[in-house]
């Protein structure tokens, strides 16, 4: 199947501080990423759709100067949690679709934000 | 929004023993889709059910799905320690998004 990677994979930092996660797709083009964030035991919330070459697509109640995503390239998103709180410590997980696979998703290893 | 809802929220079985899961929507769907996630990681799609679909197979699993009921089961048969993890119904609608239940923890105890 198709390979989604993230990095980090885990990262603590100070509150006030940005933070920046990267997603790949290593073996596909992936014009579409979505990044979604889960809290301990419970559901993937989508926050936004990353498209190559244009401006993301948020969800309603996510805010897009806090968490900033540039999709650059077709294999690399990028989300900038800026300004980070202890209320942004989360799971952070980007997926992609390969387009192999039509509606199925590859989602990548995930990236736990720690803010103190 | 959250659109599935799976039950039972924590399931524990012995090895050897069949696992059931049951999901449930709210608005129509192109596909539903289980996906399973291991402590920390990402997801793993599982299987994938076309809304014109009633049954299918991949190995040791089978998922159904009634779209009069918007209810899909997903049965693990001869599970093994290593099915231990959270497994989740997303649905795929006409809005081209994956929208995802709240997950049951499955426990596959030796």
């Known amino acids: 199947g198709a390979v989604v990677s993230q990095h980090p994979s885990w990262v603590i930092c100070k509150s006030g501080t940005s933070v920046k996660i990267e997603c790949r797709s290593l073996?596909?083009?992936?014009?579409?990423m979505f990044w979604y964030r889960q809290f301990p035991k419970q559901s993937l919330m989508l926050m936004a759709t990353?498209?190559?070459?244009?401006?993301?697509?948020?969800e309603q109640g996510v805010e897009k100067d806090k968490f900033l995503i540039n999709h650059a390239s077709l294999t690399l998103s990028t989300l900038t949690v800026t300004s980070a709180h202890p209320e942004d410590s989360s799971f952070y997980i980007c997926?992609?679709?390969?387009?192999?696979?039509?509606?199925?998703?590859?989602f990548g290893p995930g990236t736990r934000l720690t803010v103190l | 929004s959250q659109q599935g809802e799976e039950d039972p929220q924590a399931l524990s079985i012995q090895e050897g023993e069949n696992a059931t899961m049951n999901c449930s929507y709210k608005?129509?769907?192109?596909?539903l889709q289980w996906y399973r996630q291991n402590s920390g990681r990402g997801l793993v799609h599982l299987i994938l059910?076309?809304?014109?679909?009633r049954e299918k197979h991949s190995g040791r699993l089978r998922v159904t799905l009634d779209t009069s009921k918007k209810s899909s089961s997903l049965l693990i048969t001869a599970s093994r320690a290593a099915d231990t993890a959270s497994y989740f119904c997303?649905?795929?609608?006409?809005?081209?998004?994956?929208?995802f239940g709240k997950g049951i923890t499955l426990s596959v105890r030796p």
């Open positions: 997926s992609s679709f390969s387009g192999l696979a039509l509606h199925t998703q590859y």
């Open positions: 608005t129509s769907i192109n596909n």
């Open positions: 073996d596909f083009q992936a014009t579409t």
């Open positions: 990353s498209n190559e070459g244009s401006k993301a697509t948020y």
């Open positions: 997303a649905t795929f609608g006409a809005n081209s998004k994956l929208t």
């Open positions: 059910i076309r809304s014109n679909e």
